[in-house]
Nanobody
Framework: QVQLVESGGGLVQAGASLRLSCAASGRTFSTYAMGWFRQAPGKEREFVAA????????DYADSVKGRFTISRDNAKATVDLQMNSLKPEDTAVYYC???????????????WGQGTQVTVSS
């Protein structure tokens, strides 16, 4: 069982940066792959980034590649999403999620946080 709590969202202007963090409880965090997903109003939830349990492999949605970076600290049981050059279309609720194996598919994730709002103004 893993509990996830996101933080770091907010309202920023286009071009700014934000760093989201997801804190996990449980002693087995280092065994879980982690993902970030987002859901904009009126749209389906979509994949943003994912990282393997060891941190050796990452993957990104094309829309954020080169702007966002996912990282994790297994000692602190956290996974972060550094978001640079933010655009209005990045506006969404951002969720972190955990599962046993690496995946970019939201329906394969077992544990979810409550989400944090990111709003980018133009």
């Amino acid at each position: 069982q893993v509990q996830l709590v996101e933080s770091g969202g907010g309202l920023v202007q286009a071009g700014a940066s934000l760093r989201l963090s997801c804190a996990a409880s449980g002693r087995t965090f280092s065994t879980y792959a982690m993902g970030w997903f987002r859901q904009a109003p009126g749209k389906e939830r979509e994949f943003v980034a994912a990282i393997t349990a060891s941190g050796a492999r990452t993957d990104y949605a094309d829309s954020v590649k080169g702007r966002f970076t996912i990282s994790r600290d297994n000692a602190k049981a956290t996974v972060d999403l550094q978001m640079n050059s933010l655009k209005p279309e990045d506006t969404a609720v951002y969720y972190c999620a955990a599962r046993w194996l690496f995946s970019v598919r939201d329906y394969e994730y077992d544990y979810w946080g409550q989400g944090t709002q990111v709003t980018v103004s133009s």
